[in-house]
């Protein structure tokens, strides 16, 4: 027996679900048309060079219209955004539809509202499971805005909140997680 099959894949999505992920929509276009989709896996790789990473599923309809361009944008969605993590979050409807967005340098869309973005090339793709890892070399930064309120989160198969600390909080000093390295 192999070690995935000893591996039930509602349990193992269960127990990954209670790591704290960011929401992102990944974005790019074919010349004509934007594409994107809702993404959770999504991580800063190398400051030196510049890259990301994020993992598109092999099923994805968006994705081989951005590899195919060579060039992506993340948006990083703020808490305010669910209802627009829903829609690039489902397959078969046209997600842009009710989306206010700009051409970021590469041309992909970065979506109003976000808390930033990041417009990248398509440096490495990797098979991986049911899934691609995609590697992107930056190449421009959106602005560092706090106006757009608190990331949109995902938890246990939900969307979560952060929580700003309280007066109790710095009242009694609790360690934050900067301090514990």
Request: charged fraction near 20%.
């Amino acid at each position: 027996m192999t070690a995935s099959a000893a591996i039930d894949a509602a349990r193992f999505r269960a127990v990954l679900g209670h790591f704290c992920t960011g929401v992102a929509v990944v974005t790019g276009h074919d010349g004509a048309e934007p594409v994107g989709f809702a993404c959770q896996s999504f991580a800063a790789l190398s400051l030196d060079p510049p890259l990301v990473l994020f993992c598109p599923a092999k099923t994805s309809g968006s994705w081989p219209v951005i590899e195919r361009s060579g060039s992506f944008a993340v948006n990083v969605l703020s808490e305010e955004q669910q209802e627009l993590s829903a829609v690039f979050g489902a397959r078969g409807v046209d997600k842009f539809a009710r989306v206010a967005w700009q051409p970021g340098p590469s041309g992909s869309p970065v979506l109003d509202g976000a808390l930033t973005w990041l417009d990248c090339d398509v440096e490495t793709v990797h098979e991986a499971g049911d899934h691609y890892v995609v590697i992107g070399r930056v190449r421009a930064l959106g602005a560092e805005s706090a106006d757009h309120g608190s990331p949109l989160l995902f938890y246990r198969g939900q969307y979560a909140l952060t929580r700003p600390r309280t007066e109790i909080d710095k009242l009694f000093d609790w360690p934050r997680p900067g301090d514990w390295l």
